[in-house]
């Protein structure tokens, strides 16, 4: 079992910066891929960000040049930093892990077994 805790959300007007996190505890972090997920209102589940356990990062395109995934190991700890936040980015964003889960498969949630609580984000215009 992984149990994943996200924090960092908050209100923030656009253009701003936000860092989101996700606290990971169970199994061996480093084998697992980890990815960052987004629902708005009346929308679906969408992909924005992920990182494999080899350290590959793959990002959505309404994202890609704005936000950057990491990771810290040490920390069992995966970080999205958001930049040049947009009124569209308001979702509530969701951590997910699958071990071992593979690059081809990294933008599809239900890849992924664990999930956290998520975090609201709300960018004002």
């Known amino acids: 079992q992984v149990q994943l805790v996200e924090s960092g959300g908050g209100l923030m007007q656009a253009g701003a910066s936000l860092r989101l996190s996700c606290a990971a505890s169970?199994?061996?972090?480093?084998?697992?891929?980890l990815g960052w997920f987004r629902q708005a209102p009346g929308k679906d589940r969408e992909f924005v960000a992920a990182i494999t356990f080899i350290g590959g990062t793959y990002y959505a395109d309404a994202v890609k040049g704005r936000f950057t995934i990491s990771r810290d190991n040490a920390k069992n700890t995966v970080y999205l930093q958001m930049n040049s936040l947009k009124p569209e980015d308001t979702a509530v964003y969701y951590c997910?892990?699958?071990?071992?889960?593979?690059?081809?498969?990294?933008?599809?949630?239900?890849?992924?077994?664990?999930w956290g609580q998520g975090t609201q984000v709300t960018v004002s215009s």
């Open positions: 997910a892990a699958d071990h071992l889960l593979r690059s081809r498969d990294v933008s599809t949630a239900i890849k992924y077994d664990y």
């Open positions: 169970g199994r061996t972090f480093s084998d697992y891929t």
